[in-house]
């Protein structure tokens, strides 16, 4: 499966910004959809994950209550909604999807987006 990211751009701190994450088609590898982002210097990281079939989520402590992950079966595409963005938030985003789970490791997804930079100023 294909996975096409989009939506990052340059936001104030405190702002609103929506990722979109469009899959080529509904397959196992899109059982569990997942955001991750990678800062500079920094290894990757688990952002938020969503199970496909009942939408059961999970976030990373630092965006809980300010990121929401959804999903749009028509459309074969999974959001993230980040609100209060904060400095610390600035990344490259990367939607990925797997058949395993939506855990924090990277290893457990087969599909990966292109990235798409998230970029929050003062």
């Known amino acids: 499966v294909q996975l096409q990211a989009s939506g990052g751009g340059l936001v104030q701190a405190g702002g609103s910004l929506r990722l979109s994450c469009a899959a080529s088609e509904r397959t196992f590898s899109t059982s569990f959809m997942a955001w991750f982002r990678q800062a500079p210097g920094k290894e990757r990281e688990f952002v938020a994950g969503i199970r496909w079939r009942d939408s059961n989520t999970a976030y990373a402590d630092s965006v809980k209550g300010r990121f929401t992950i959804s999903r749009d079966n028509a459309k074969i595409t999974v959001y993230l909604q980040m609100n209060s963005l904060k400095l610390e938030d600035t990344a490259v985003y990367y939607c990925?999807?797997?058949?395993?789970?939506?855990?924090?490791?990277?290893?457990?997804?087969?599909?990966w987006g292109q990235g798409t930079q998230v970029t929050v100023s003062s």
């Open positions: 990925a999807g797997g058949s395993v789970g939506y855990g924090s490791e990277p290893r457990l997804y087969d599909s």
